[in-house]
C-alpha cells in the first residue's frame, strides 16, 4: 500500500468518522426544546465545561508523541480539537453563551496547540523563532482579555487557530509517515502565516472597534498597492494576482465589521479607493502585460479599469440615492472583486489573446451591466454548510501555501478560475432579491 492510502486508511477515514459522529451527535439531539433543556441541566455539557476539560489534553498530546505514540496523538489531538466546534453549536442552540466563555474558549486553544507548537520547534520540526514570535503575540492576545471590552476571539484569532492546526496536521503526518514531499514544502509558508495572523489578531484587540473596517481597507489598499509595484518592477504577475487574492479576503469582512462596530466618516471612502486601487489598477496592470502587443494590453486595461472605477461610483451614488446605509444582498453588475479574480486569473492562467480578450471585455460589460448578482459574503456563503467552508478554505489555503514554497500555482489558479466561472454563471441559476443599491 502506498503512503497516501495508508494516511487515507489510519488517518483521513478516523477522523472523518469522528467528524460525523460529532456533527450527527449535535444535529441530532438539539433538535427539540426537550433535548435542549436537558442539555441545559447536565453542568458537564455546558461550553465553559467542555473548554475547560481541553485545557490538560494538548500536555497529554505532546506527552503520548514523546513516548512514542504518534498515531495515538495525532488522532488524540485531532477529537479533541473537534470539540471545539461542538462548544461553540451548545452555546448557540442553548442560549449558553456567557462572558467568561469568551475568555474561556480561545485559552483552551491555546493550551492545546501551544506545548505541541513548543514540542515540535524543540525537536526543529518547526522554527524556534517564528514560534517564539507566534506564541508572544498570542499571550499578549490572551493577557488583553483582562482590560478590554471584546473578549470574544476575533476573525483574525479563529482564522489562526484554524490555521494552526492545519500545520499541525502536515507536521504530524510527516513525523507519523516520513517525508512527503507536497505535504512537507508547505510547513514554513503555513507556520508564517499563522504568525502573521497571531499578530493581526493582537493588534485587532488593542486599538478601538470603529477603526476595525478602515484598517483592514487599509490592508486591502496596501494589497493593490504592492501589487502595483510587481507588475512596475517586472515581477511575474501570479505575485500581484496573490496580493489581489489577500485583498479580496480582506474585503469580504471590511463591510461587515462596520456594519457591527460602526466606522469612521471617512470609511466608506477608504474601502472604495482599496477596492478602486486593488481590484481596478493591479488588475488592470495584470491585463496590460498579458498580451504580446503592449498597446493592445494597454487599451484592454484601461477598458477594464473605467468600468471598475464607474462601477465603485455608480454603487456610492445610487445606494446614497437609496438611503441604503448598511451592506447590499444583491448587486446590479458582476462586483469588482469577482471581476477582478476573473480578468486576473485569466491573464495568468492563459497564453491566448483572443480568449483572454474575450474574457476580460467580457467582465468588463459585465460590471457595468444591470445583471444582478448576489452578494457572496451575505448570500450566498451563509448558505454554504460551516464544515464545507472550512474543508474548501483549508484546501484552498494548503494549496496557496506550496505554491508560495514552490511557485506552482497551476492548481489554486485553476480553483480560483473555476470559482470566478461559477459565479459569473450564477444569474442563471441563483435569483437573488432585489436590492435597492448595486456596487
Given at each position: 500500500?502506498?503512503?497516501?492510502?495508508?494516511?487515507?486508511?489510519?488517518?483521513?477515514?478516523?477522523v472523518?468518522?469522528?467528524?460525523?459522529?460529532?456533527?450527527?451527535?449535535?444535529?441530532?439531539?438539539?433538535?427539540?426544546?426537550?433535548?435542549?433543556a436537558w442539555?441545559?441541566?447536565h453542568?458537564?455539557?455546558h461550553?465553559?465545561?467542555?473548554?475547560?476539560?481541553?485545557y490538560?489534553?494538548?500536555?497529554?498530546a505532546?506527552?503520548?508523541?514523546?513516548?512514542?505514540?504518534?498515531?495515538?496523538c495525532?488522532?488524540?489531538?485531532?477529537?479533541?480539537?473537534?470539540?471545539?466546534?461542538?462548544?461553540?453549536?451548545?452555546?448557540?442552540?442553548?442560549?449558553?453563551?456567557t462572558k467568561?466563555?469568551?475568555?474561556?474558549?480561545?485559552?483552551?486553544?491555546?493550551?492545546?496547540y501551544?506545548?505541541m507548537?513548543i514540542?515540535l520547534?524543540?525537536?526543529?520540526w518547526?522554527?524556534?523563532?517564528?514560534?517564539?514570535?507566534f506564541?508572544?503575540f498570542?499571550?499578549?492576545?490572551?493577557?488583553?482579555?483582562?482590560?478590554?471590552?471584546?473578549?470574544?476571539?476575533?476573525?483574525?484569532?479563529?482564522?489562526k487557530?484554524?490555521?494552526?492546526v492545519?500545520?499541525?496536521?502536515?507536521?504530524?503526518l510527516?513525523?507519523?509517515y516520513?517525508?512527503?514531499p507536497?505535504?512537507?514544502?508547505?510547513?514554513?509558508?503555513?507556520?508564517?502565516?499563522?504568525?502573521?495572523?497571531?499578530?493581526?489578531?493582537?493588534?485587532?484587540?488593542?486599538?478601538?472597534?470603529?477603526?476595525?473596517?478602515?484598517?483592514?481597507?487599509?490592508m486591502?489598499?496596501?494589497?493593490?498597492?504592492?501589487g502595483?509595484?510587481?507588475?512596475?518592477?517586472?515581477?511575474?504577475?501570479?505575485?500581484?494576482?496573490g496580493?489581489?487574492?489577500?485583498?479580496?479576503?480582506?474585503d469580504?469582512?471590511?463591510g461587515?465589521?462596520?456594519?457591527?462596530?460602526?466606522?469612521?466618516?471617512?470609511?466608506?471612502?477608504?474601502?472604495?479607493?482599496?477596492?478602486?486601487?486593488?481590484?481596478?489598477?493591479?488588475v488592470?496592470?495584470?491585463?496590460?502585460?498579458?498580451?504580446?502587443?503592449?498597446?493592445?494590453?494597454?487599451?484592454?486595461?484601461?477598458?477594464?479599469?473605467?468600468?471598475?472605477?464607474?462601477?465603485l461610483?455608480?454603487?456610492?451614488?445610487?445606494?446614497?440615492k437609496?438611503?441604503?446605509?448598511?451592506?447590499?444582498?444583491?448587486?446590479?453588475?458582476?462586483?469588482?472583486?469577482?471581476?477582478?479574480?476573473?480578468?486576473?486569473t485569466?491573464?495568468?492562467?492563459?497564453a491566448?489573446?483572443?480568449?483572454i480578450?474575450?474574457?476580460?471585455?467580457?467582465?468588463s460589460?459585465?460590471?457595468v451591466?444591470?445583471?444582478?448578482?448576489?452578494?457572496f459574503g451575505?448570500?450566498?456563503?451563509?448558505?454554504?454548510?460551516?464544515?464545507v467552508?472550512?474543508?474548501?478554505?483549508g484546501?484552498?489555503?494548503?494549496?496557496?501555501?506550496?505554491?508560495?514554497?514552490r511557485?506552482?500555482?497551476?492548481?489554486p489558479?485553476?480553483?480560483?478560475?473555476?470559482?470566478a466561472?461559477a459565479?459569473?454563471?450564477?444569474?442563471?441559476?441563483?435569483h437573488?432579491?432585489?436590492?435597492p443599491?448595486?456596487?
Open positions: 500500500m502506498t503512503t497516501y492510502g495508508s494516511i487515507i486508511i489510519e488517518i483521513v477515514l478516523p472523518l468518522l469522528m467528524l460525523g459522529a460529532e456533527r450527527f451527535a449535535v444535529y441530532r439531539f438539539l433538535q427539540t426544546p426537550q433535548q435542549v442539555v441545559r441541566n453542568w458537564w455539557l461550553p465553559n465545561a467542555i473548554s475547560r476539560a481541553r490538560p489534553m494538548g500536555f497529554i505532546v506527552l503520548l508523541l514523546h513516548l512514542g505514540y504518534p498515531r495515538l495525532f488522532l488524540f489531538f485531532t477529537f479533541w480539537m473537534i470539540t471545539d466546534i461542538t462548544d461553540g453549536d451548545i452555546a448557540r442552540k442553548c442560549d449558553l453563551h467568561d466563555g469568551e475568555s474561556i474558549d480561545p485559552f483552551s486553544d491555546k493550551l492545546m501551544s506545548p507548537l514540542y520547534a524543540w525537536l526543529n518547526l522554527s524556534p523563532v517564528l514560534v517564539g514570535f506564541l508572544l498570542d499571550i499578549v492576545g490572551q493577557a488583553s482579555r483582562h482590560f478590554i471590552k471584546t473578549k470574544a476571539a476575533n476573525l483574525f484569532g479563529k482564522a487557530t484554524f490555521l494552526v492545519v500545520l499541525l496536521i502536515v507536521v504530524g510527516e513525523l507519523i516520513g517525508p512527503l507536497v505535504l512537507g514544502r508547505a510547513i514554513h509558508p503555513l507556520l508564517v502565516i499563522c504568525v502573521g495572523l497571531a499578530f493581526c489578531s493582537t493588534v485587532f484587540k488593542l486599538i478601538p472597534n470603529y477603526w476595525y473596517a478602515n484598517i483592514l481597507s487599509i486591502n489598499l496596501v494589497c493593490g498597492l504592492a502595483c509595484w510587481v507588475i512596475l518592477a517586472g515581477h511575474p504577475p501570479v505575485y500581484a494576482l496580493l489581489v487574492f489577500l485583498g479580496q479576503f480582506l469580504l469582512f471590511d461587515r465589521a462596520a456594519e457591527r462596530w460602526g466606522s469612521t466618516p471617512k470609511g466608506e471612502l477608504f474601502d472604495d479607493v482599496a477596492d478602486g486601487t486593488s481590484f481596478g489598477l493591479t488592470g496592470l495584470i491585463v496590460a502585460t498579458a498580451f504580446s502587443q503592449l498597446w493592445v494590453g494597454i487599451l484592454v486595461g484601461l477598458l477594464y479599469l473605467g468600468a471598475v472605477v464607474y462601477r461610483v455608480r454603487f456610492v451614488i445610487e445606494k446614497r437609496a438611503g441604503v446605509l448598511g451592506g447590499v444582498e444583491t448587486f446590479a453588475g458582476l462586483p469588482s472583486p469577482a471581476g477582478a479574480l476573473l480578468a486576473g485569466a491573464c495568468v492562467l492563459i491566448n489573446d483572443l480568449i480578450g474575450f474574457l476580460v471585455v467580457l467582465t460589460m459585465l460590471m451591466s444591470r445583471v444582478p448578482y448576489a452578494h451575505r448570500a450566498i456563503l451563509p448558505k454554504v454548510p460551516k464544515i467552508r472550512v474543508i474548501v478554505l484546501a484552498f489555503l494548503f494549496l496557496l501555501a506550496l505554491g508560495v514554497r511557485d506552482q500555482y497551476l492548481v489558479l485553476i480553483f480560483a478560475f473555476t470559482c466561472l459565479y459569473l454563471a450564477s444569474p442563471l441559476y441563483w437573488p432579491r432585489k436590492s443599491a448595486s456596487e
